[in-house]
């Protein structure tokens, strides 16, 4: 009989018949119990009163037994700490066992049992399972440590088990060593402290790489992880490194491929590309690639999106394999897609006579979304390849004589591209597009075709007639549609202008005064005010010649594409985005950068740099000789973009001389425009001109530079509740630790002792660090003042307000609690400077309706002095520009806890209110992180 017996209705009374079989002294009624027990446990039923009964079941020789009692003990010991304490001593015994089975099951257990409370218990027998004689004990002792750190970080540290695992590195087993490795990896990636202790360097880089040829296929994956992170120090070490890792492109395990790929690629970087081993090296990636082609579906599109990035940024590698990426009918869409993409990216002068057909048939696929993409793929080659583009052209012409609506449409739209792309050379069939003007009734290809009309109007003897038909459905057609007909009868309108004036009055009129899109309704009155001041002008603005177009539109920023080459194999890979974007760190992630060829030069005398896994100080400052890169500057479809592509320097002030300002247009890439106006600021309401500027002045110099805001003491427990003792307290930050200013009144008639302070579980895990310091007792009349250091790291609980802390406070009267509020300011971490890109990505990919405005009022303030404020207060300038002769700020800040907010501060002359804007994952945290800021804007 099977053990789906276990799983049969709890008969009524059964919990006290498990409870005598387990006080029995047959083995095999105590395991059928037990066995009961966890299927009961496993449908969700709560046996949690056997307890007690269960782990005195563990001091027995039979291994089921123990097993089934230790899946029972890591179920139910966190919500029965106390009770848990008891298996300690079978814990210790059972690390001494002659079985390294059974110290192995016992080791592993521990790290599973998440008790804080239990865990300094277990350091000696984790210890001596770290020394076992047994390898495989040893390396299941290796992944318990990354458990208990995960616990009790400072506890593991102090105890010297970073040592120890550092000392496994080096053991004769390779299971063991990967296994160490692994867990120092994930370690660093969470503590500052264990990232300054381990550092790889070479001898250690050979020992990994000796282990890599007897480990097992997830050994591998990790040891070859952590050669990722290595900064080789020349070409030939890296070549060394490489010639040791190629083997592992031809593992059937594809995470060992992927990531020996992720090895190669990184360090390929420092090899010379002209040499005759650059070339066999990249040789010998595309057999693997191809190879991962063939496996299950899911596979296929992880491998697929890794390759998307590989083919970026060295395209030569797969050049020659096009043709595994022609889609097969059976392929799901996702990989479909994929594949599609990757073959644009492949395609060029040699091999495009082979993808057009290719592309054509796929347009007669029955999957709609899978037909679109492939005939924008078309337009898409033509674009690409010029000495191709007529045949690409006779494609798109042939897929709109088939009359398929939806690809007629897209058709449409692709070309339009193509137009952009080659003026004045394909417009003979413009008169096709026309016949097919009232199929079309998507948004994409009606602002296409429309487009066409505007821009061939003088070609198309009824183009009024046509744009007048879409002029009818004005009001209903989407802001994009819109906007492309306004532009197109203006157009019409400049080359046939009389004609046409009734119908661009009509256009003008309804985008000016019957529509609700300010975009819309600014580009009619730029265009009314054109053309009724200075038609010349108009026709010099709306006509002007367009700036061609590039197929590569939508590739990765070089900068991100070298951050996610160093991610291959991981989410980043797939999801094609920084890690920082998508996951919530204690730290900062690492920077793992590509290595340059400029480290490779033989004989060169710069100071080698640590490897990847070792952070350095962010606050060092580089050295004379560094050369810092220009930011690339993102598209001009993100206003942010553009503001954190350049320099955060503060604008130029009004008392700066002519070159100075021209200066600060150079730096910026703009040409001298002659002269230059200084913008006068406005004086803040009510205040007379030049009075504001000297308030302005005076403010600055009443603010403290360089220290943080604490709010004055307030009555935390008035002494009619305290029976004579009151409490006065304020929050503070000083040197990264929270601390509680407290001043204690003794209003009784008699001394008190005895002070001990404890708190309520909180929203931010706030937990005294120490205990209180009062080493006198506290007389009548008399009072102390003492300062508790405060920790993040105690039990978390959801509250409300977020910020409330309830307080427990003993002395030798009695009992007191109260409660009170902790500034936010003083929970957000010294570590909450994003980079700007990281900035910039995270902004885009927190949803529009995570963000809330608010405005900071009556403040007067300049935006240097706010930026100093803000900053010693840990809230971060990331970029700080002027637009439109307002002053923005872009800030960002991170709480303890590990809750980024980002911020857009707004300030405009002559105004006393500030506009702010934050966008936060955690929206419940906007309102206090806005009356926070509101306070530190307004202190002296």
Not at 344 to 350: A, E, K, S
Not at 431 to 454: F, H, K, V
Not at 496 to 518: F, G, M, R
């Amino acid at each position: 009989m099977t053990d789906s017996k276990y799983f049969t209705t709890t008969k009524k009374g059964e919990i006290a018949e498990l409870k005598a079989d387990l006080a029995g002294d047959k083995k095999e009624k105590k395991r059928d119990a037990v066995k009961k027990i966890i299927a009961n446990m496993t449908v969700g039923k709560d046996v949690s009163t056997l307890f007690p009964d269960v782990v005195n079941c563990m001091q027995t020789h039979d291994v089921e037994l123990k097993k089934l009692v230790y899946l029972y003990l890591m179920n139910y010991a966190k919500s029965h700490p106390d009770m848990a304490i008891m298996a300690v001593n079978t814990f210790a015994r059972d690390c001494e066992d002659h079985n390294p089975l059974v110290r192995a099951l016992a080791v592993r257990t521990m790290g599973c049992i998440r008790v804080d409370k239990i865990t300094e218990y277990l350091c000696d027998p984790l210890r001596k399972c770290l020394k076992d004689e047994d390898p495989y004990v040893r390396k299941t002792a290796a992944v318990c440590v990354v458990k208990m750190h995960d616990i009790n970080a400072s506890l593991v540290e102090d105890q010297g088990f970073l040592d120890l695992l550092k000392d496994l590195v080096s053991d004769a087993n390779p299971m063991v060593v990967a296994n160490a490795v692994a867990s120092l990896t994930e370690i660093c990636d969470n503590s500052p402290s264990a990232r300054a202790q381990f550092e790889l360097n070479p001898a250690l880089v050979n020992k990994l790489l000796t282990s890599l040829n007897e480990c097992a296929e997830w050994g591998q994956v990790f040891v070859l992880d952590s050669l990722a992170l290595y900064a080789p120090k020349d070409d030939r070490e890296a070549k060394s490194i490489c010639e040791r890792v190629t083997p592992r492109l031809n593992h059937s395990n594809s995470a060992v491929v992927l990531s020996a790929v992720r090895v190669i690629m990184r360090l390929v970087e420092m090899l010379d590309s002209s040499s005759d081993y650059y070339k066999s090296l990249m040789s010998k990636l595309a057999p693997p690639l191809v190879t991962l082609l063939s496996s299950e579906p899911e596979i296929q599109y992880v491998a697929l999106r890794n390759i998307a990035l590989i083919v970026q940024k060295r395209p030569e590698i797969l050049i020659s394999e096009i043709k595994v990426f022609f889609v097969k009918y059976n392929d799901p869409i996702y990989v479909k897609l994929e594949k599609l993409d990757i073959m644009i990216r492949l395609c060029n002068r040699d091999n495009i006579q082979k993808v057009l057909p290719e592309l054509k048939e796929y347009a007669a696929e029955v999957d709609v979304d899978f037909v679109r993409k492939s005939v924008r793929a078309i337009g898409r080659c033509a674009i690409k390849v010029d000495s191709e583009a007529e045949r690409a052209v006779q494609t798109l012409l042939d897929l709109i004589h088939t009359k398929v609506n939806y690809v007629v449409q897209e058709a449409v739209v692709v070309i339009k591209d193509i137009f952009r792309k080659y003026p004045n050379k394909y417009e003979s069939i413009i008169s096709t597009l026309c016949e097919n003007l009232n199929s079309l009734d998507e948004p994409d290809a009606r602002a296409s075709m429309i487009w066409i009309l505007g821009e061939y109007a003088e070609r198309i003897d009824n183009a009024s007639e046509l744009l007048e038909s879409f002029v009818e459905h004005f009001a209903d057609e989407p802001s994009h549609v819109q906007l492309q007909l306004l532009t197109a009868v203006v157009k019409l309108f400049l080359k046939q202008p009389n004609d046409t004036q009734t119908l661009v009055q009509s256009v003008l009129s309804l985008a000016t005064q019957e529509s609700d899109n300010p975009d819309l309704r600014d580009r009619g009155y730029i265009y009314w005010r054109l053309l009724s001041t200075d038609p010349a002008a108009a026709k010099t603005v709306v006509l002007a010649d367009k700036p061609h177009i590039s197929e590569e539109t939508d590739l990765l920023e070089p900068a991100l594409l070298n951050e996610l080459i160093c991610h291959i194999a991981s989410l980043s890979s797939v999801y094609h985005k920084p890690p920082a974007t998508f996951t919530e760190r204690k730290l900062p992630p690492r920077s793992v950068a590509l290595p340059s060829k400029a480290e490779a030069t033989p004989g060169s005398t710069t100071t080698e740099q640590p490897a990847a896994i070792t952070v350095a100080a962010a606050a060092a400052p580089a050295p004379a000789s560094t050369v810092i890169p220009t930011p690339s500057i993102p598209g001009n479809d993100s206003l942010i973009g553009d503001l954190l592509s350049l320099d955060s320097r503060p604008p130029p002030t009004q008392q700066a001389a002519h070159g100075d300002i021209l200066a600060e247009l150079g730096a910026l890439g703009l040409s001298d425009p002659g002269s230059v106006a200084p913008v006068a600021t406005a004086p803040a309401p009510g205040i007379p001109n030049g009075a504001g500027d000297l308030f302005a002045l005076q403010s600055v110099g009443m603010f403290q530079s360089g220290t943080a805001y604490t709010a004055p003491k307030e009555v935390w427990l008035e002494a009619a509740k305290g029976k004579g003792l009151m409490v006065e307290g304020t929050f503070s930050r000083r040197q990264s630790q929270i601390y509680a200013d407290l001043t204690f009144n003794n209003r009784a008639m008699q001394a008190m002792t005895g002070f001990a302070i404890q708190f309520n579980k909180n929203s931010f895990g706030l937990t005294p660090a120490s205990p209180i310091q009062i080493p006198h007792p506290i007389g009548a009349n008399q009072s102390v003042t003492t300062s508790l250091p405060i920790n993040t790291n105690g039990p978390v609980q959801r509250v409300d307000p977020l910020n409330l802390l309830q307080v427990a406070l003993k002395n030798s009267i009695d009992v007191f609690y109260y409660s009170c509020i902790v500034p936010y300011w003083v929970l957000w971490a010294e570590d909450g400077q994003m980079e700007r890109k990281v900035f910039l990505a995270t902004w885009k990919d927190i949803p529009s309706a995570n963000e809330v405005q608010y405005s900071i009022d009556d403040v007067i303030t300049s935006p240097s002095t706010a930026e100093e404020k803000l900053k010693n207060n840990n809230v971060f300038t990331i970029a700080r520009r002027t637009v439109d002769n307002q002053e923005l700020l872009y800030v960002s800040l991170k709480f303890t806890n590990g809750i980024w907010v980002l911020g857009e501060l707004k300030f405009t002359p002559g105004s006393s209110s500030v506009a702010l804007a934050l966008k936060t994952r955690a929206v419940d945290v906007g309102a206090g992180v806005y009356h926070s800021l509101d306070t530190i804007m307004r202190m002296a």
